[in-house]
């Protein structure tokens, strides 16, 4: 009944910057906290972003100062704008949302297929 759709990822050039979009739907009550993680081959999965219902940020120390992550609770939607763009930020990035639904009085975390971003040097 819960759907997390991403789309934005895609090959650019150290630098360069891209924005991340991840919009979740389906018999939703409320959201709590929404971010991205991403995952490198090799390597394990991180938190880059997340922010609160209440719109509070928490950000990985590598991307501060570079990435924004933004929030419309009406759309049920995050966004991550990320500028100058580094190789090491080449992974799968991962939308994350915990969700209670109106048939459940618990807290689920539903998450993205993930979506491809390539930086190269």
């Known amino acids: 009944q819960v759907q997390v759709v991403e789309s934005g990822g895609g090959l650019v050039q150290a630098g360069d910057s891209l924005k991340l979009s991840c919009v979740i739907s389906?018999?939703?009550?409320?959201?709590?906290?929404m971010g991205w993680y991403r995952q490198a081959p090799g390597e394990r999965r991180e938190l880059v972003a997340q922010i609160s219902s209440d719109g509070v940020p928490q950000y990985l120390d590598f991307v501060k100062g570079r990435f924004t992550i933004s929030r419309d609770n009406a759309k049920n939607s995050i966004l991550l704008q990320m500028n100058s763009l580094k190789p090491d930020d080449t992974a799968v990035y991962y939308c994350?949302?915990?969700?209670?639904?109106?048939?459940?009085?618990?807290?689920?975390?539903?998450w993205g297929q993930g979506t491809q971003v390539t930086v190269s040097s």
């Open positions: 389906g018999n939703i009550f409320r959201i709590n906290d």
């Open positions: 994350k949302g915990a969700v209670q639904t109106y048939a459940q009085a618990y807290w689920i975390n539903y």
